[in-house]
């Protein structure tokens, strides 16, 4: 009798073990891949994020699309900045912010050293982060924690009165603890997951330079609990679920999911495009690979989409820009089968 409960014990122990999956640098998608993720905003009563432990169900499947982000994996050399982090051996890029973040990705971590893109007014900043930040530790499975902390600081010359220089810095808190396994049901389908609570405690400071002399301007203090769900199955090779929870009221404030199998793209098409005259006046031309139908976007440096113009059978598009303000902007290519086919910036004078 005892040999056969022993028996048992095993074969169940053995289910329950097989069950709980590992995320590691295999699970991540390769450069090229590009990510659709759908955002609902106003997330049903029903999306809650259940209690820690093993072999739990989250039915996420009622999540409705509100709106759309882009994310690109990239080697560095394939963005604008590559020089900012030579260190830096992969690049992650949202095309809903033109920004890049620049990390280095191994078999044991993949890990953001630092940012590039557009700052509200202050145009273009590169932000490194001292230290880094781990955003997988190679392999995340369940009952793994860490704690870390680090900042990102920029400094930018300002035109307000009596101040020289405005230094912005936040410095963050975080606790990352994978408290959870299980079954995660999307619109898209069913996927076995492992769950991750990242707690972080953020702190931002203003500060002005005004006679030589640095002045605290403002502070703040959040908190701020995001709950992420990672599988390891092969057609996502990315974050699953990202859920943000309000700890104060106990209430899912929203939800990003990818809700379309990520594809792949031909990256060696992406530079071949040419802005001429750069900076430009009333008018540009921007050549371009020939594609048989897309389009061309423009964005400004919040990026803000400002214009479209539609491609039929050509190579080049010619702009007027007499209505655009002077200063920087972007222009994105794109396929109908929303593939990136070009990208690049020019100047309005």
Known sequence: MKQKLSLILVMLL???????IEFTNEDLAPEGTTFYISGDTIPNQDISIGIPGPDRTWDF????????DTIIFNLPDWTPYPDEFPDANFAIESLSDLGFVYLVRN???CSGIGAVGPFEEFGILSAPLEPKEIVYDFPEQYGNSRDEIFSIEVTVETSTPWIDSIRIKKATEKNSFVDAWGTMILPLGTFETIRVKEARHEYDTIWGKSFGNWVLIS??????????????NPTIGYTLVSLDYNTDNFEVKGVDFINVIPVGIVKETITQTKAFPNPAFNFINIEFENINQGSLSIFDISGNKIEQKFITSNNHLTLNLSNYKSGLYFYLITTTEGEISGRGKFIKN
């Open 219 to 232: 502070s703040e203090e959040r908190e701020k609990t995001t709950y992420i769900w990672l599988t390891d």
């Open 107 to 109: 078999d044991d971590e």
């Open 14 to 20: 053995s289910v329950n073990l097989l069950a709980q």
């Open 61 to 68: 499947s009622s999540l409705i699309e509100h709106d759309v």
